[in-house]
T-cell receptor, first 115, second 115 residues
Framework: NAGVMQNPRHLVRRRGQEARLRCSPM?????VYWYRQLPEEGLKFMVY????????ESGMPKERFSAEFPKEGPSILRIQQVVRGDSAAYFC?????????????FGQGTRLTVV | AQSVTQPDIHITVSEGASLELRCNYS??????LFWYVQSPGQGLQLLLK??????LVQGIKGFEAEFKRSQSSFNLRKPSVHWSDAAEYFC?????????????FGTGTRLLVSP
């Protein structure tokens, strides 16, 4: 059973371009979480999704950011019109259930650099 | 709101020496506490977690942590460090009855192991 797969591992975008980050959860996991790690900071929650539903997006910026987790395929975090401040590591995690009695498994992250 | 403080940004330990990484949290009720490790180029891996019961928790790779309510601390320890332990360590806190989208992470402690 492969772990949580994120791609690309590294992504460079010019200001104003779009960034698309992909996350394939572990097999059998239907709960996906996106976290962002800005330089010198801890991971911060962005969005929580189940298949075809956004459950909690309270940590996601209101503009330019969107996320989806379709019935088929990976979860996508999309950042439109990127700015330098979007440069960060973006981590995806997945779990069987959302509660702490199970375990969430994290991917290796996507390092986004905006130039 | 919960918060986590890891006061040490970097720690250098000689191989074979003991290790203690500090973590202090702020939360109004009994927290759920976690330690994750991130090796270079890897995702976050759960080392151990505390929910309730025995305040001394054993984890993987020979790590343990002790929950001290009076000090609001959850320090990570290992009696003898190996070179392969060099990594970044994150402490995280969650609220009871909520899920992984509510994890709050510290800024991390980078462990260097000297020969």
């Amino acid at each position: 059973n492969a772990g949580v797969m994120q791609n690309p591992r590294h992504l460079v975008r010019r200001r104003g371009q779009e960034a698309r980050l992909r996350c394939s959860p572990m097999k059998g996991h239907s709960h996906v979480y996106w976290y962002r790690q800005l330089p010198e900071e801890g991971l911060k929650f962005m969005v929580y999704l189940q298949k075809e539903n956004i459950i909690d997006e309270s940590g996601m910026p209101k503009e330019r950011f969107s996320a989806e987790f379709p019935k088929e395929g990976p979860s996508i975090l999309r950042i439109q019109q990127v700015v330098r401040g979007d440069s960060a590591a973006y981590f995806c995690a997945s779990s069987v259930t959302p509660i702490f009695t199970t375990e969430a498994f994290f991917g290796q992250g996507t390092r986004l650099t905006v130039v | 709101a919960q918060s986590v403080t890891q006061p040490d940004i970097h720690i250098t330990v000689s191989e074979g020496a003991s290790l203690e990484l500090r973590c202090n949290y702020s939360y109004g009720a009994t927290p759920y506490l976690f330690w994750y490790v991130q090796s270079p180029g890897q995702g976050l891996q759960l080392l151990l977690k505390y929910f309730s019961g025995d305040t001394l928790v054993q984890g993987i790779k020979g790590f343990e942590a002790e929950f001290k309510r009076s000090q609001s601390s959850f320090n990570l320890r290992k009696p003898s460090v190996h070179w392969s332990d060099a990594a970044e360590y994150f402490c995280a806190v969650g609220a009871r009855n909520t899920g992984f989208q509510k994890l709050v992470f510290g800024t991390g402690t980078r462990l260097l192991v000297s020969p």
